[in-house]
């Protein structure tokens, strides 16, 4: 079965960075044509998409966090890492991460907060 799990998360002030990172039991993050994203979700919210990463290297983020987040893969690790610069208050959400476009269970996510 297949485990993703997300970590990194914390408290920090606007401006400052932040990274998570996701990695996986059970299978690879990177198989066939799948891709590796992260999704955010704030309270009373809809899940939003946030970055993705393909198996080739090619990476797509959302524009709300364009110029600020940067993801990137180390297949070594079987990792994915979310590097978040400039946060602001509205990039307090849980973070979560999953394969696309087809899901594996999601996770519990890693809580990041900003705040003064």
């Known amino acids: 079965q297949v485990q993703l799990v997300e970590s990194g998360g914390g408290s920090v002030q606007p401006g400052e960075s932040l990274t998570v990172s996701c990695t996986s039991s059970?299978?690879?993050?990177?198989?066939?044509?799948?891709?590796v994203a992260w999704f955010r979700q704030a309270p009373g919210k809809d899940r939003e998409f946030v970055a993705r990463?393909?198996?080739?290297?090619?990476?797509r983020v959302a524009d709300s966090v364009k110029g600020r987040f940067t993801i990137s893969g180390d297949s070594a690790k079987n990792t994915v890492n979310l590097q978040m610069n400039s946060l602001k208050p509205e990039d307090t959400a849980i973070y979560y991460c999953?394969?696309?476009?087809?899901?594996?269970?999601w996770g519990q996510g890693t809580q990041v907060t900003v705040s003064s």
């Open positions: 990463i393909s198996g080739d290297g090619s990476t």
């Open positions: 059970g299978g690879l993050l990177f198989q066939g044509l799948s891709a």
């Open positions: 999953n394969t696309v476009p087809v899901l594996w269970n």
